[in-house]
T-cell receptor, first 114, second 114 residues
Framework: NAGVTQTPKFQVLKTGQSMTLQCAQD?????MSWYRQDPGMGLRLIHY???????DQGEVPNGYNVSRSTTEDFPLRLLSAAPSQTSVYFC?????????????FGNGTRLTVT | KQEVTQIPAALSVPEGENLVLNCSFT??????LQWFRQDHGKGLTSLLL?????REQTSGRLNASLDKSSGRSTLYIAASQPGDSATYLC?????????????FGKGTKLSVKP
């Protein structure tokens, strides 16, 4: 049981490049989400999904796309990278129903856009 | 709009001390409140989740309390150890919000000196 797995751990992009951050969970969690963590800003929700085929925007969705074709995977796509997207990105998952559903996080992807 | 505040931003204590970390939130209509630990360069690990109907939760040397009327939660760590050194974050989920639409505080960085 690996939990939430994120790849890659580190990535450097040039402005305008695109890439996909991968996230997979093996806990059969319905809910998955992407956060970014910036110094002084805390964690902010980018996109989330409450099940396969369903996605929605969080607090800071601009510049990012997501899809949820399977329960296990929730990739985050940067369409045209900008320096403002330099951040640490975390994927998280949980059971979606009920109050007692803690969020499980991956170890993050550190992205630098030059 | 829910805002979550954690004070102090950093705390240094000698080993063996009991300590309290504070978390305040502006909207008392919360669904649950979670405490997380984040080690340097790592993802977040869920420590305790307090449902809106509960007053406290305990796990080992950790005890988290919730007072919705005053908009406060505390994390009590008994007999602190150097291994407790990490950043501790609290996050509130509101009613009507999605499972992962947690609002995070910016964390308290704890250092326990041997």
């Amino acid at each position: 049981n690996a939990g939430v797995t994120q790849t890659p751990k580190f990535q450097v992009l040039k402005t305008g490049q695109s890439m996909t951050l991968q996230c997979a969970q093996d806990m059969n969690h319905e809910y998955m989400s992407w956060y970014r963590q910036d110094p002084g800003m805390g964690l902010r929700l980018i996109h989330y999904s409450v099940g396969a085929g369903i996605t929605d925007q969080g607090e800071v969705p601009n510049g990012y796309n997501v899809s949820r074709s399977t329960t296990e995977d929730f990739p985050l796509r940067l369409l045209s990278a900008a320096p403002s997207q330099t951040s640490v990105y975390f994927c998280a998952s949980s059971y979606s129903k009920g109050q007692s559903s803690p969020l499980h996080f991956g170890n993050g992807t550190r992205l630098t856009v030059t | 709009k829910q805002e979550v505040t954690q004070i102090p931003a950093a705390l240094s204590v000698p080993e063996g001390e009991n300590l309290v970390l504070n978390c305040s939130f502006t909207d008392s209509a919360i669904y649950n409140l979670q405490w997380f630990r984040q080690d340097h360069g790592k993802g977040l690990t869920s420590l305790l989740l307090i449902q809106s109907s509960q007053r406290e939760q305990t796990s080992g040397r950790l005890n988290a309390s919730l007072d919705k009327s005053s908009g406060r939660s505390t994390l009590y760590i008994a007999a602190s150890q150097p291994g407790d050194s990490a950043t501790y974050l609290c996050a509130a989920r509101n009613y009507g919000g999605s499972q992962g639409n947690l609002i995070f505080g910016k964390g308290t960085k704890l250092s326990v000196k041997p």
